[in-house]
């Protein structure tokens, strides 16, 4: 989800594109694999719809804790397992009929202060979805500035980077940066006074360096990889997305998977011909006025599907993706 989504006060623990996914899916049968559980919505609507089973994955260990009030009612037909979607073909060890990916931050995680995910709370600037692993605070202190500037263009589009990777390196000389309420206010006093409307100033820098703590590019090409050999002839990929960066990825993907690949840009040759291993729909698909009324961090949502064909899997070529490059190490 962008960092934008962070500044939404809009109801909590709501599935975005839910009623999209399974009316252009149906009917729902079978397994489902749901690989960013988050609050549960997307897998209770699945299973809710007609679903045999949902695999319900997620790394982050404290929602399934959070779900164990409503989970139980549903038997063996939800298995809840903590990992990573990359892997979601170990996960399921079958085939599967479906496969939804919700690339958004739960607004659960979003609403928990110490999770470090909101300017508009204050807590430790942490970010990382798992609990494990370097976290925002340790990139921010721990990198170089042009590095930082990198993050900070490259994964969150932001065109004043450079400043306020300057900014952030000449603060960190007098005392750590260790909250998002004090990030937030570096970048505050770089950029230009907000404008009625527009996003938060901090937006694009706390949308870049989730992305950097959670290695979110690499898992989603992995994902989209690992679903492509999971799913069975005729099984639906879906996939919402809430910024430009990952909606390319997804794009180029389908594109690439269906035989419509072209050019990753115009200095590149066409890509050879390939056996399709998706039918994909061409344009994506946005949520309602309504649905925005009635749920506002659906607002950048969009959502895109594509059917298994009953050709081989495949590694993609991951240079036709669009991929940001890559900066940590």
Not at 26 to 32: D, E, N
Not at 42 to 56: E, K, P
Not at 130 to 139: F, L, P, Q, T
Not at 214 to 230: I, M, S, V, Y
Request: proline content about 6%.
């Amino acid at each position: 989800m962008s960092a934008a989504a962070c500044e939404v006060a809009g109801p909590p623990h709501v599935p975005v594109l839910l009623d999209a996914i399974l009316t252009m899916c149906a009917p729902v049968h079978g397994v489902w694999l749901d690989g960013t559980f988050g609050a549960g919505g997307h897998s209770r609507g699945l299973l809710d719809a007609g679903a045999d089973r949902v695999i319900a994955v997620d790394r982050d260990p404290n929602v399934f804790e959070m779900a164990a009030d409503w989970a139980e009612a549903y038997g063996s037909r939800l298995d809840l397992v903590e990992g990573t979607f990359s892997e979601m073909d170990r996960h399921a060890n079958q085939d599967l009929d479906g496969v939804v990916l919700d690339l958004g931050v739960s607004s659960m995680q979003v609403d928990q202060a110490e999770r470090g995910f909101s300017f508009l709370v204050d807590g430790p600037l942490d970010m990382r979805m798992s609990g494990s692993g370097r976290s925002a605070a340790d990139i921010v202190g721990g990198v170089s500035e042009t590095v930082l500037a990198d993050i900070l263009f490259h994964y969150g589009e932001e065109r004043a980077a450079r400043s306020i990777a300057r900014a952030i390196a000449n603060r960190r000389k007098d005392a750590p940066i260790e909250t998002t309420h004090a990030l937030a206010r570096i970048v505050e006093a770089v950029l230009p006074r907000q404008k009625p409307g527009a996003i938060h100033p901090a937006t694009r820098t706390f949308q870049a360096l989730r992305i950097a703590v959670n290695d979110e590019f690499t898992q989603l090409a992995c994902g989209l990889e690992a679903a492509e050999r999971a799913l069975r002839p005729g099984g639906w990929l879906a996939v919402v997305s809430f910024h430009s960066l990952e909606d390319r990825v997804v794009k180029r993907f389908f594109q690439e998977r269906s035989g419509r690949g072209g050019r990753a840009s115009r200095h590149q040759p066409e890509g050879p011909a390939r056996e399709p291993c998706f039918v994909a729909r061409n344009k994506a698909v946005f949520p309602s006025a309504a649905e925005v009324a009635r749920n506002p961090r659906a607002r950048s949502a969009r959502l895109r599907l594509g059917r298994r064909t009953a050709a081989t899997a495949s590694p993609a070529d991951r240079s036709r993706l669009g991929l940001p490059r890559e900066i940590l190490p």
